[in-house]
């Protein structure tokens, strides 16, 4: 193979472009000169990486970029799996968990491009119990301990406040506070629910915040994915599986693998790295569940991702397919939390300054600010085991980077993008 010639890519061994055949064929392989990159400065991505292996600070990884239509970087590290010391190869299997978000996302807004659902309409509209919800306020008891006064909402959550965080569900498992903390007692995760059943248990449990007035990170896409449901008819992965994940040919990308054949292909973290937070732990997906969290539930490999983003990076087309308008990939990349939408970010914006959210991801609105290159209009989101994607429609690119590491996974996002952007020839 003439992929990537000389030695930015020593041994991308044939094996695993045969492994990745459907994603590999797809995509015109090109020297990185071509697509605009430095080689020698592109490699530098090679060399730290391998270095983080080495060092026992993460058991593999695996990145790609595609920037002009093009594949310019592609290359494999370490092992999937610190247990069995299987290598890393382009068919493993992923957690993605926050990265199912976008997809979700996508779906849904399918559905707003039939006439099936409006961003304005009540959340009540579609799961009543929401019609019910109140907004915790922490104050003094008479004891002076902390209480947890329960007001009416101002106004209801819409399908908007869903996709954009502002909604005032928030997560238990992160962060502090008297609402967050009765999402805890509340044991969201036992059993064995389906979403409408835990939909109705979010229902239960009070807002964080006014509906509309503050970014906060939460279940609000696994929500959303229950409305998925009920507007469409089908089970959550059914709908997106006809609509996205087949048309796609993203074969590899679902809730849970259940073919054994498959299984060891699903890569792990180091022992000590599968707590993600309070009450909160890294998931089996070879365990099948009726859960299907369009909020963090999906498994998946880098070439199906990569498929995906490029198809969000082509306005909303890929291989002669059209799944969203233009104008509607647009609208999602614009940012929804603007001062126009007199929106605060909460005490854990995650994403960071210098960005806003758009529909299911970060949007960049500052060419500074943020302690990280990278250009205006840049959409991105990344997963809490380790994985990451951006999608940057002014270079023409994207972006896809997959570990299971929760320790180092900050870390390496903002440096593999330094290093992405230091290696731009024009």
Do not use: C
């Not at 494999?76 to 199912?100: C, E, H, L, Q, W």
């Not at 306020?137 to 954009?164: N, S, T, W, Y």
């Not at 299907?292 to 291989?319: C, K, P, W």
């Amino acid at each position: 193979m003439k992929f990537l010639r000389n030695s930015l890519l020593p041994l991308v061994a044939v094996a695993v472009f045969t492994a990745g055949a459907a994603f590999a064929d797809s995509l015109v392989r090109t020297d990185p000169e071509v697509a605009g990159f430095s080689r020698d400065r592109l490699g530098r991505i090679s060399s730290y990486l391998k270095n983080e292996v080495a060092t026992n600070k993460i058991p593999g990884a695996i990145m790609l970029i595609q920037r002009k239509g093009k594949l310019a970087y592609f290359e494999t590290f370490g092992v999937r799996d610190p247990a069995t010391k299987a290598p890393m190869t382009a068919n493993t299997i992923f957690r993605i968990y926050s990265m199912s978000k976008p997809i979700t996302t996508v779906a849904a807004m399918m559905l707003v491009e039939e006439g099936r659902l409006s961003l304005e309409e009540p959340l009540s509209k579609y799961i009543p119990s929401f019609a019910n919800v109140k907004v915790g306020v922490e104050k003094k008891g008479e004891d002076g301990k902390p209480a947890l006064d329960l007001v009416a909402p101002r106004r209801p959550i819409f399908i908007q406040d869903l996709m954009r965080h502002t909604s005032g569900i928030t997560y238990g498992f992160f962060g502090e506070g008297a609402v967050k903390s009765s999402y805890l007692d509340a044991h969201l995760f036992e059993g064995d629910v389906d979403n409408a059943e835990f939909a109705e248990r979010i229902a239960k449990l009070p807002l964080a915040y006014q509906p509309g007035s503050t970014w906060d990170y939460s279940h609000s896409t696994d929500i959303l994915g229950r409305v998925v449901e009920i507007v469409s008819g089908k089970s959550l992965y059914q709908f997106e599986k006809e609509s996205i994940l087949d048309p796609l040919g993203m074969k590899d990308t679902s809730f849970y693998v259940t073919d054994k054949a498959r299984q060891a292909l699903i890569a792990e973290p180091f022992p000590n790295e599968r707590k993600l937070g309070k009450d909160f732990e890294m998931n089996d997906p070879r365990i099948p569940r009726k859960w299907e969290a369009g909020g963090h539930g999906m498994v998946s490999t880098i070439g199906d991702y990569a498929r995906f983003t490029q198809m969000l990076l082509n306005g909303g087309a890929l291989d002669g397919r059209r799944y969203l308008s233009p104008k509607t990939i647009a609208f999602m990349g614009a940012n929804h939390i603007g001062p126009a939408a007199d929106v605060v970010p909460g005490p854990y914006y995650l994403p960071g300054a210098g960005f806003g959210f758009g529909l299911g991801f970060a949007v960049r609105t500052e060419a500074g600010v943020a302690p990280v290159a990278g250009s205006v209009g840049e959409m991105s989101w990344s997963g809490a085991a380790g994985t990451s994607f951006w999608i940057d429609p002014k270079e023409d690119m994207s972006v896809v980077f997959m570990a299971q590491t929760v320790a180092q996974r900050g870390r390496l996002r903002l440096t593999i993008k330094n290093i992405v952007y230091g290696a731009f020839e024009k």
